[in-house]
């Protein structure tokens, strides 16, 4: 199962043996998955709207007689080294998917998303166990009009706005029906430039989720309504210059203005420098801010020209102004979501031939 392309459609599936020409369906290995970090509650889209970003988890599972967990990278001091590890729970529900028992494996970890900042981490543990576990098995899940990846990723996260766009890539706005999750991609265009400032405090969800009222007022309910709409109105057409009100937020932000002190000095600094529009970056504690301008590798344009260093000046700089401390990622949104990097036996036969991002063989 490789769930690639973000549209509904499934573009790689499992199998195989490992001497002469592989089939497509059967168990496998080992395999590498990678994920995308994401962005949720993207501005007035609380829980519901998500942007995958440019920077890459990497899961490599192989099947050992010793479970193991190894981790290299972001979060390797914190994270569990055992079955509570979520890349775990992410296969384990394959599995169970599969109707098969998990086998032992060994885990390999690469993290480049930074952990328990707001940047999805615990979305792409889950979401790169579930491929990975689905390949290993050879299980192939249906996608048209069911998106069964999404309800199992669901089910374990709780809401979409994180697992969609770690799925399908790009600008994802989730949906509970009542007995099933939906998402529908919202068209970006190009030159977007994300910029992430990140303090070098931690903060759990559950932490950032209980300072959350149960009700809301109805003018609070209405604000957040209509500026969604906007949002969704404002990427469609490429009017950048709505984003900065379709970015308000009075559903969560203001609660979790005290857990965050440096989010409206940096959203405002970040606006200020010419930026389309600033938010908390899921709950928090980075502040995430979109740009536009870049042309190509932003590297050849002159650093006077890129809008996206300018923001990220001022926002370091408003950080320190209120004791902050923290660093800056810059990056772009991707329309890009989990893959398939490699796997054994291969996907590709003598006739067919499935390629990586890395422009190899699968």
């Not at 962005?39 to 440019?54: H, K, Q, R, T, Y």
């Not at 491929?131 to 309800?151: C, I, K, R």
């Not at 965050?260 to 980075?286: F, M």
């Amino acid at each position: 199962m490789e769930p690639t392309n973000g549209t509904g459609t499934s573009t790689g599936s499992g199998g195989g043996s490992s001497s002469g020409p592989t089939r497509r369906t059967g168990e496998r290995q080992s395999v590498t998955v990678r994920v995308p970090a994401t962005s949720a509650n993207v501005g007035s889209g609380f829980d519901c709207i998500g942007l995958a970003l440019d920077i890459w988890n990497d899961l490599t599972v192989e099947r050992s007689d010793v479970f193991e967990i190894a981790i290299d990278g972001e979060g390797a001091e914190r994270l569990p080294r055992d079955e509570s590890n979520l890349v775990v729970t992410g296969m384990r529900a394959a599995f169970k998917t599969a109707g098969k028992p998990v086998p032992t494996l060994k885990y390999t970890c690469v993290n480049r998303i930074p952990f328990a900042r707001g940047l999805g981490s615990s979305s792409a543990a889950i979401v790169s166990g579930l491929v990975a576990g689905l390949v290993l098995t050879g299980h192939e899940l249906p996608v048209e009009g069911e998106e069964a990846l999404l309800q199992l990723a669901c089910g374990i996260e709780g809401h979409p706005d994180n697992v969609a766009p770690a799925i399908y890539g790009g600008l994802q706005i989730g949906v509970h029906t009542g007995d099933r999750w939906y998402t529908s991609r919202i068209q970006m265009g190009p030159g977007l430039q994300a910029v992430l400032f990140l303090p070098d405090h931690i903060l759990e969800t559950s932490a950032a989720r209980a300072v959350l009222p149960d009700k809301v007022p109805r003018k609070d309910a209405i604000f957040n309504v209509s500026r969604a709409a906007l949002l969704a109105n404002a990427f469609a057409t490429g009017n950048m210059k709505e984003l900065q009100m379709a970015m308000e937020d009075s559903l969560h932000q203001p609660y979790r203005a005290a857990q965050n002190p440096h989010l409206y000095p940096l959203v405002a600094a970040a606006i200020k420098a010419g930026s389309h529009g600033a938010c908390l970056s899921g709950a928090g504690p980075a502040i995430f801010a979109l740009t536009s301008g870049a042309k190509g590798d932003i590297y050849s344009q002159r650093k006077g020209e890129r809008a996206e260093q300018i923001v990220a000046d001022c926002m370091l700089k408003a950080a320190e102004e209120t004791n902050a401390k923290g660093r800056i990622f810059i990056t772009s949104p991707t329309e890009r979501g989990a893959h398939v990097v490699s796997a054994d036996p291969p996907f590709s036969d003598l006739r067919v031939l499935h390629f990586s991002t890395a422009g190899t063989p699968l």
